[in-house]
């Protein structure tokens, strides 16, 4: 971060830039001025179409969570950039966020998907869709497996019990009806935070309509999340019936995705959800 590049943001009188950590996607930076802190986060070599998708869900999300104020985004010498207000950390209640997380998904829409897609890491076809079970298997368990045979990941045992999966999540929904939510998307505890003050805030999301167990499925992945988030949850929207028979479906979701980025050391996770189907 040179000072010529620097002096080309929309922020004024910068005393001081501090990397910061920010996920594997982007450069991450404290930025500071004499009045104020913001996050900065900068794409190299990328066009500033690049963050549209997170300023659209920060949006999104901030109609019912506490999330960063957007304050100016946009392009300079080819990298993309970012900047966002700072939320100072702290510690809270789970009970809380899982309150929060509730009147997100209770924002609905009338059909699953998002306007656009979303070409990151792993694709995102977002079309839309008036039946969560066309949506879930065709435009993204689909997806991962196709990504995941053309890199060598992938086998026809797991091609078989996949199949069979699909075929049960596509029965359930054509008799079982799905309302569609506000999802953050990527809801793993990286990504949810408490202020100073004490406030939940959701960071970083990835936003689509889509069957709010998709969501929740996240949340039990990889931790961080207690009893007391769910209470929160369910005290405020409660899930349906069968949903813990059901959550391996969106589990499988994640593991899958892992396997695309970070290879077979995630195999054994998704052939454990796959054998039971």
Known sequence: ????WLNQLPIQSITSVTPVAG???NQAYRLTTNTETYFLLVQPNRDQSFYQHEIEGLKLLGQAALVPEVIASGQIDGDAYL????????TGSQYDLGQ???RVHQIHYDQFGFSHDVNGKLPKINTWQSNW???????RLEVLAKRANQHGLWNQKRQDHLERLCQIILDYYQMHES???????DLWFGNVMFTADGKP???DPDVLYGDREFDLAMTTVFGGFNSQFYQGYNDAY?????????????QLYYLMAHLNLFGESYGGSVDRILSLY
């Open 100 to 102: 929060l997380v509730a």
């Open 83 to 90: 900047i966002l207000s700072w939320l100072e950390s702290g």
């Open 179 to 185: 309302v569609p939510s506000l999802l953050h998307g």
């Open 238 to 250: 409660p899930t349906q019936p069968g949903f813990q028979e059901r959550l391996p479906w969106y």
């Open 1 to 4: 971060m040179d000072k010529e």
């Open 133 to 139: 079970g066309d949506f879930y298997v065709h435009q």
């Open 201 to 203: 805030a959701l960071i």
């Open 23 to 25: 996920g594997d996607i």
